[in-house]
């Protein structure tokens, strides 16, 4: 899972309660993701960040928010309006410029629970 | 529109037997390919990824692909299985022609290699 860090590896929440996901990345890359993975779907894109201060809506956003203040740091809300926040979830980094076939660096994942 | 299936939801072979875990993707433009493996409760780990240039793209820890245009085919392989191949893997793929740093990841493919 080299140079990306997820913390915690697992989270319980009650519903209703907002929640943060870390993700911290020393590997200087560029961009970053956060992805949701449920059994059987794969990996669906939340949002991603080409670059600090600034970050684009992925595939299924609605409930999550980012922020990206520093290179190296993507910490990813998982708010009370998220219908279903119950899942694994992925963050990512790669080198990203717009061009390139960068391939895509993983942390361990966060396995939220909220009931 | 950027698209990946995986045909094969699982996958059996046995420990010994050449493996083959399919990939078949959809882009606009020219893509860039990727191979990526997943052990429980772990992120995704890259494996391999397809350019340009030769067709047989080789990867880590033994695997290969083979990239077919006419068939828009990106199949993983491997000679030899071993058990500790079982895991979960994921195709992916980028169009070059787009300017952000997306990749389209399909559902995953879940290979049991038996003793």
């Known amino acids: 899972d080299g140079g990306i860090t997820q913390s915690p590896k697992y989270l319980f929440r009650k519903e209703g309660q907002n929640v943060t996901l870390s993700c911290e990345q020393n590997l200087n890359h560029d961009a970053m993701y956060w992805y949701r993975q449920d059994p059987g779907q794969g990996l669906r894109l939340i949002y991603y960040?080409?670059?600090?201060?600034?970050?684009q809506k992925g595939d299924i956003a609605e409930g999550y928010s980012v922020s990206r203040e520093k290179k190296e740091s993507f910490p990813l809300t998982v708010t009370s309006a998220q219908k279903n926040p119950t899942a694994f979830y992925l963050c990512?980094?790669?080198?990203?410029?717009?061009?390139?076939?960068?391939?895509?660096?993983f942390g361990p994942g966060t396995r939220l629970t909220v009931t | 529109a950027q698209s990946v299936a995986q045909p094969e939801d699982q996958v059996n072979v046995a420990e010994g037997n050449p493996l083959t875990v399919k990939c078949t993707y959809s882009v606009s433009g020219n893509p860039y390919l990727f191979w990526y493996v997943q052990y429980p409760n772990r992120g995704l780990q890259f494996l391999l990824k397809y350019i340009t240039g030769d067709n047989l793209v080789k990867g880590s820890y033994g695997f290969e692909a083979e990239f077919n245009k006419s068939q828009t085919s990106f199949h993983l392989k491997k000679p030899s299985a071993l058990v500790s191949d079982s895991a979960l893997y994921f195709c992916?793929?980028?169009?070059?022609?787009?300017?952000?740093?997306?990749?389209?990841f399909g559902k995953g493919t879940r290979l049991h290699i038996l003793p």
């Open positions: 992916a793929v980028r169009d070059r022609g787009n300017r952000d740093d997306k990749i389209i």
């Open positions: 990512a980094s790669s080198r990203g410029s717009g061009t390139g076939a960068y391939e895509q660096y």
């Open positions: 960040s080409q670059i600090v201060n600034d970050f």
